[in-house]
């Protein structure tokens, strides 16, 4: 009996090492929380890139109302404007960078009310840049309550950026790119800003 007890004792004790032997559980372990922690990074460096590219998209939004309410024409001809709005979107490409600024879409156009009814409030001129829809010349365009008064004006911009995630395909909840939409309102410097020299902040809307 002694000897069979011994021969046990002696066959279990490989398996109870075996049991106890702990090498590779590290490996095994680090295999199961991987993809959590790759998945986690992905979303992390997604959510930084669109948290940085929604900020260089909304200033400038703001900074191509800005450039253009500083002015009190744009051109002394209809070509000589166009010409300066497109040099300005230059300016406004650089501040996008280091993200594509074909991205980006801006409608920029002046609102003017009616001298007898702030209510009446019509475009005046119209400008787009990458092909951004924008309301017609003379049409109607609502402000909010109380922005200008009778014959007061206020430059508009609408625009819109084309994000394109880069781990759309893998990060929970990101399907595809997205289109971002944004406005900015801005008063003139001086009364209006007339597209072309002479304008005299007249609407010439019937």
Known sequence: MRNIASLRARLAQPAIGLWRNSKGAAAVEFAFVAPLLLLML????????????D??????????????????YLGDTDTEATTNLESMMKSI???MQPYDSSDLKLAIF??????TDADD??????YSHNGKAAPA????????????????????VESSYLFK?????YVPGVT???????KSLHSPRNSCVDYVKGDNCLMKCP
Do not use: Q
């Not at 992905?42 to 590219?53: D, Q, S």
């Not at 595809?176 to 944004?182: A, L």
């Open 42 to 53: 992905l979303a992390t460096v997604e959510i930084g890139r669109a948290v940085n590219i």
């Open 165 to 169: 995630p880069l781990f759309g395909d």
């Open 137 to 156: 010349k003379c049409d109607a365009y609502a402000l909010p309550d109380g922005l200008i008064g009778p014959g007061g004006s206020t430059i508009v």
């Open 121 to 126: 409030t019509r475009v005046e001129w119209v």
């Open 110 to 115: 002046s609102v003017r009310a009616s001298t």
């Open 55 to 72: 900020r260089h998209f909304t200033m400038a939004t703001a900074t191509a109302g800005d450039l253009v309410a500083r002015e009190e």
């Open 176 to 182: 595809g790119n997205m289109t971002w939409t944004d």
């Open 93 to 95: 490409a650089h501040i």
